[in-house]
């Protein structure tokens, strides 16, 4: 079973690698980078590497990220080091908006904005 995980999991990341070298997720990649929450990136995973992971009581870990004052959750995951990647994406996913669109998009960056704006007054 774990040889057909890590088979089907080396097929992903090739085609992951594929996609992003193919001219749509290249402009996606330059896009992403475009965002003010991509260069947010590495203080999102260093505050990661800071900040919470407790053990469950079913022997599973969860990750708590704290990000301009608010405490963002990742999902239960089997190991210490997943859960702060899933806390880490759960940030990162919450800053560049989510699914939100439209006006409530523009809401989300202002309140951002606004409490980066706070903290290095």
């Known amino acids: 079973m774990e040889k057909i995980h890590q088979r ?15 001219p749509e997720g ?4 330059e896009f992403r980078r475009s965002l003010p ?7 999102l995973l260093t505050a990661v ?4 992971t407790k053990q469950l009581k079913n022997n599973q ?4 990220v704290e990000f301009n004052g608010m405490q963002i959750m990742g999902q ?9 990647k899933d806390a880490a994406a759960e940030a990162l996913q919450w800053l560049m908006g989510g ?7 523009l809401n989300h960056m202002s309140m951002l904005l606004k409490k980066s704006k706070k903290d290095h007054n």
Do not use: I, V
Request: positive net charge.
């Open 99 to 105: 699914n939100q669109a439209g006006h409530e998009h």
């Open 37 to 43: 929450a991509y260069k947010e990136k590495n203080t």
């Open 49 to 52: 590497s800071r900040n919470q």
């Open 76 to 84: 239960p995951c089997n190991n210490k080091k997943s859960a702060e």
């Open 8 to 22: 089907r999991s080396l097929q992903l990341r090739d085609q992951q690698r594929a996609w992003q070298e193919s």
């Open 26 to 29: 290249r402009k996606m990649l």
């Open 61 to 64: 870990f969860r990750a708590t």
